[in-house]
């Protein structure tokens, strides 16, 4: 198959996964949202960095080293899978017994309880770690998200029947915790791999000397990514953390499943030419700049519909998390080309310098979000804007240390884009200075972001930029493969 069509393929199965399946207990969440209040969701919110940070640990970034590795054998993926397994006992003993700590810290005694049944799912997805990644390196996705639906459906399904009867934020931690149950029982039922009754040292040295760089950087990662989380938390009312929480977590999901498309299937297909600097850097290129073509318009209109969506959809209540809900919007258009340029640096076994991006980002974040709690929670969020632009800044720094991609040369590929997408910034706030009603109509709303979509594509077909002769091509292609697919 070629490079197309893999990548084709792989984005049409983990656009399915993350998408449609993840979509599902993203829709759970917010009708939840209707149900629960948002200190439930501030409940969630607080503890989200101990979860991160478990999530890491488990890992240790053994299986991404299973990824980039050639010339495996099974001790290497049944050490793998031991090391993971023993991580994850360790990591869920700490967690319970340090959670009536933590409760203490955020003064909320339900926390304790929650910990303590929320980290059964590291166990849990321990188990099938393994299974998972063999499927990713052998680009099997439609298997994987196939896979993936009974879980989604049956957690979907047990969330909400527990919100609907009273059961407020247990509801959030049962659905995450079914849906890793019942995915181990499904990956397990349907791999064929099974763990030899043998641990490799050799083989676990090899793993882990890659490894335990990206899994300092993931801590690192973790705790910054979350302390908003832990000082809003600290020093604001719970329901305050909800408002944020609701906002991060909503403009994060759409970042999150593109994030994860162009993650999955990057990493394995630029793998293939880390031999090859010259291809490697013509694929990335493209990766860069038809990544940021696709994220910019997707992020900008989905904040258009902030207060149609937290004011009418979810309530009154809700109206608070709105500015928030849009400044984290504009923050999530540069994710997926940090997710892309870390993995160039993994790719290169460059883990040395993601370590070093990660501890000079850290201090930066330290700095922004000391100066963003001068002006409260709005400076906090803000402080979440400037660290994007930061962030994406560095990466583009390091990989050009690399790749014959300089900062400079990934700049003017973006940069191209970043105007053409301010245009909709303007006119839709143009149009809403004049019309104010738009905001509120989903009709009126959803016609004003087709021809916002319309007018960004013909503009770039007029300046003649090579993402929107791709997406012509890719859109035909598309229409081919589900065709085919159907058949």
């Known amino acids: 198959m070629s490079l197309k069509n893999t990548v084709m393929s792989g984005m049409f199965w983990t656009f399915f996964d993350n998408f449609i399946l993840k979509g599902l207990s993203f829709l759970t969440t917010i009708v939840l949202a209707k149900i629960l209040t948002p200190a439930d969701f501030g409940l969630i919110g607080s503890i989200s960095i101990f979860i991160a940070i478990s999530t890491t640990l488990v890992d240790g970034g053994l299986t991404s080293s299973l990824i980039r590795s050639n010339n495996l054998d099974k001790?290497?993926?049944?050490?793998?899978?031991?090391?993971?397994?023993?991580?994850?006992?360790?990591?869920?003993?700490?967690?319970?017994?340090?959670?009536?700590?933590?409760?203490?810290?955020?003064?909320?005694?339900?926390?304790?309880?929650?910990?303590?049944?929320?980290g059964l799912v590291f166990v849990i997805s321990s188990l099938s770690s393994v299974q998972t990644t063999i499927l990713i390196k052998e680009l099997n996705f439609k298997k994987l998200a196939v896979l993936n639906i009974p879980s989604v459906v049956v957690g979907s399904v047990t969330a909400l029947i527990m919100g609907y009867n009273g059961y407020g934020v247990w509801?959030?931690?049962?659905?995450?915790?079914?849906?890793?149950?019942?995915?181990?029982?499904?990956?397990?039922?349907?791999?064929?791999?099974?763990?030899?009754?043998?641990?490799?040292?050799?083989?676990?040295?090899?793993?882990?000397?890659?490894?335990?760089?990206?899994?300092?950087?993931?801590?690192?990662?973790?705790?910054?990514?979350?302390?908003?989380?832990?000082?809003?938390?600290?020093?604001?009312?719970?329901?305050?953390?909800?408002?944020?929480?609701?906002?991060?977590?909503?403009?994060?999901?759409?970042?999150?499943?593109?994030?994860?498309?162009?993650?999955?299937?990057?990493?394995?297909?630029?793998?293939?030419?880390?031999?090859?600097?010259?291809?490697?850097?013509?694929?990335?290129?493209?990766?860069?700049?038809?990544?940021?073509?696709?994220?910019?318009?997707?992020?900008?209109?989905?904040?258009?519909?902030?207060?149609?969506?937290?004011?009418?959809?979810?309530?009154?209540?809700?109206?608070?998390?709105?500015?928030?809900?849009?400044?984290?919007?504009?923050?999530?258009?540069?994710?997926?080309?940090?997710?892309l340029n870390t993995n160039a640096l993994k790719i290169f076994g460059r883990t040395d310098m993601v370590l070093k991006l990660e501890i000079i980002m850290k201090v930066l974040i330290s700095i922004t979000l000391l100066i963003g709690f001068q002006f409260g929670i709005i400076g906090i969020v803000y402080s979440a804007l400037v660290n994007s632009i930061l962030l994406m800044g560095l990466n583009m720094y390091f990989v050009g240390l690399i790749i014959p991609y300089s900062f400079f040369e990934q700049f003017k590929s973006i940069i191209k884009i970043a105007l053409l997408s301010?245009?909709?910034?303007?006119?839709?706030?143009?149009?809403?200075?004049?019309?104010?009603?738009?905001?509120?109509?989903?009709?009126?709303?959803?016609?004003?972001?087709?021809?916002?979509?319309?007018?960004?594509?013909?503009?770039?077909?007029?300046?003649?930029?090579?993402?929107?002769?791709?997406?012509?091509?890719?859109?035909?292609?598309?229409?081919?493969?589900?065709?085919?697919?159907?058949?």
Not at 293 to 312: D, E, G, N, W
């Open 171 to 339: 509801s959030l931690v049962f659905m995450y915790l079914v849906v890793q149950v019942v995915s181990a029982l499904f990956l397990w039922s349907f791999s064929k791999w099974r763990p030899n009754l043998s641990f490799s040292f050799p083989k676990f040295k090899t793993h882990i000397n890659y490894g335990y760089k990206l899994l300092i950087t993931g801590i690192l990662g973790n705790i910054f990514n979350n302390i908003y989380g832990v000082v809003i938390g600290r020093y604001f009312p719970i329901k305050v953390l909800g408002y944020y929480d609701r906002a991060n977590t909503f403009s994060q999901y759409p970042a999150t499943v593109l994030i994860l498309m162009i993650g999955k299937v990057s990493f394995p297909v630029l793998a293939k030419y880390q031999d090859d600097i010259t291809a490697f850097t013509l694929n990335f290129k493209k990766f860069i700049s038809y990544s940021l073509y696709l994220t910019a318009p997707v992020m900008i209109t989905i904040s258009f519909y902030s207060k149609l969506f937290f004011v009418q959809f979810l309530g009154g209540e809700w109206r608070v998390a709105v500015p928030y809900f849009i400044i984290l919007c504009y923050a999530a258009i540069f994710l997926p080309l940090h997710s």
């Open 422 to 487: 301010a245009v909709l910034v303007l006119v839709f706030y143009g149009t809403t200075f004049i019309y104010p009603e738009i905001e509120f109509s989903i009709i009126y709303l959803s016609i004003f972001a087709c021809f916002n979509f319309c007018l960004y594509i013909f503009l770039s077909k007029i300046l003649n930029f090579e993402e929107a002769i791709f997406l012509f091509d890719i859109i035909n292609k598309g229409i081919v493969f589900f065709k085919n697919k159907i058949t």
């Open 75 to 118: 001790d290497d993926y049944s050490t793998v899978f031991y090391t993971n397994i023993v991580t994850s006992i360790i990591i869920y003993l700490i967690l319970f017994l340090s959670a009536s700590s933590i409760a203490t810290f955020f003064n909320q005694k339900i926390i304790e309880d929650i910990l303590k049944v929320y």
